[in-house]
């Protein structure tokens, strides 16, 4: 069991034995140059966690590595969240819109690590409801994968997102072309074709092994729909689905390495409703 607490300013401790409310504390400013609109923002993350469940495993059939220890990974550094504070995911956003395109970046950081996390421009002129999105972005398959951790009503990654695609979900360098219908309700269908060199299902190890190096390795499909419910109430539901190319180191015992290599599959359904009460 995790009980967790985001604090956005000083709080009673107490309630992170009881309670899991994230709480990001995020600045945002706008500035206009020409034709050129600039907007810039700041999200500083802090955890506070206590576990009371024992040591956590991976669950069969996600790990590779003898002993349930992944010795080829090769994507960085654990974010498992220690006993007491923690330095959560923070970022600096930078958004750069134009009559033609909007430039995104996103600079994700922690006490480990600090990487360009989001960097695409997104098409705003296309006709008959098409878009693209060129560059590193996270896939717009399900409904949690595309946002990132400050905009969830939950602290960690859900289980099934982060087992599949890794700590940072499917997040990858590509091309997404989308289409939005002209209908009353919301309704958009898409593609990507993306580089296929992720944490998980969609992850590539330099190997021997395999001739079929060049990517792109990964495509992925998506739809969306929405129906228009009034103020208080939104309701979403998608199918996705993908397919990729592997080719995993999974541990090296002296003079021999082991590999995985073979395609790899997979599908799902989401489904979000949101009630707004209308408190102030």
Not at 82 to 102: M, P, Q, V, Y
């Amino acid at each position: 069991m995790h009980n967790i607490l985001r604090p956005a300013a000083l709080a009673p401790l107490a309630l992170a034995l009881f309670a899991a409310a994230p709480l990001p504390v995020q600045a945002q400013s706008s500035l206009k140059l020409g034709e050129v609109e600039l907007d810039a923002s700041l999200t500083l993350d802090g955890i506070f966690a206590r576990r009371y469940s024992g040591k956590e495993g991976t669950p069969a059939g996600f790990g590779h590595a003898h002993g349930d220890e992944d010795h080829g990974h090769h994507h960085g550094h654990s974010h498992a969240l220690e006993n007491g504070f923690n330095a959560g995911h923070s970022e600096i956003g930078l958004r750069a819109r134009t009559d033609l395109f909007d430039g995104v970046l996103t600079i994700g950081f922690d006490d480990e690590d600090v990487k360009v996390e989001e960097a695409y421009l997104v098409t705003r002129a296309l006709p008959a409801g098409l878009r693209v999105k060129a560059g590193k972005f996270l896939s717009d398959i399900g409904y949690v994968n595309s946002r990132h951790p400050h905009d969830w009503s939950f602290v960690e990654r859900p289980l099934v997102n982060q087992y599949l695609f890794g700590d940072h979900g499917l997040l990858e360098r590509g091309v997404q072309l989308s289409y939005t219908l002209p209908t009353r309700s919301f309704a958009m269908l898409g593609v990507e074709v993306l580089q296929g060199n992720g944490e998980g299902l969609d992850r590539y190890d330099d190997g021997a092994l395999s001739a079929r190096k060049s990517g792109p390795r990964l495509l992925t499909a998506f739809a969306k729909f929405g129906p228009d419910l009034g103020d208080r109430h939104a309701l979403q539901a998608g199918v996705s689905g993908g397919t990729s190319r592997q080719n995993v180191r999974v541990d090296a015992h002296g003079d021999h390495t082991h590999y995985i290599d073979g395609d790899a599959w997979f599908a799902g359904a989401d489904l979000m409703y949101r009630y707004d009460a209308g408190r102030s």
